[in-house]
């Protein structure tokens, strides 16, 4: 699966999602940090990109996924300071999902 991080998904997650063999793209990497982009607009650029938008603004985007869930996916996580078990929960939570396209998954921190 191919993911797109935004802004707030730590770097030491996007690091440990790598090791696990996970497709990531940050929004660093793509040119678009800093730069006031819209949630809006990082939805439809990682939806161009063929990949699920990962993120810890759970509010605006499960907001947008009810506004029409033709995106490639939308992970939307907890903040959880043990970087390396929130990866592997991301990745447990897709790793027998066939299809992210339209779906809204919810990744919780334990505890």
């Given at each position: 699966?191919?993911?797109?991080?935004?802004?707030?998904?730590?770097?030491?997650?996007?690091?440990?999602?790598?090791?696990?063999?996970?497709?990531?793209?940050?929004?660093?990497?793509?040119?678009?940090?800093?730069?006031?982009?819209?949630?809006?607009?990082?939805?439809?650029?990682?939806?161009?990109?063929?990949?699920?938008?990962?993120?810890?603004?759970?509010?605006?985007?499960?907001?947008?996924?009810?506004?029409?869930?033709g995106?490639?996916?939308?992970?939307i996580?907890?903040e959880?300071?043990?970087r390396?078990?929130?990866?592997?929960?991301?990745?447990?939570?897709?790793?027998?999902?066939?299809?992210?396209?339209?779906?809204?998954?919810?990744?919780?921190?334990?505890?």
């Amino acid at each position: 699966m191919a993911l797109y991080a935004d802004e707030n998904i730590p770097l030491r997650v996007v690091e440990e999602l790598r090791r696990l063999g996970v497709d990531v793209l940050t929004v660093l990497e793509d040119g678009r940090a800093n730069q006031s982009i819209t949630d809006q607009i990082i939805l439809a650029r990682a939806t161009e990109l063929g990949r699920a938008i990962l993120t810890l603004n759970r509010k605006d985007f499960k907001r947008l996924h009810l506004q029409g869930p033709g995106h490639a996916g939308i992970i939307i996580c907890t903040e959880d300071p043990d970087r390396h078990g929130q990866a592997q929960r991301i990745v447990e939570s897709i790793a027998n999902m066939e299809e992210l396209r339209g779906q809204l998954i919810r990744v919780y921190r334990r505890g």
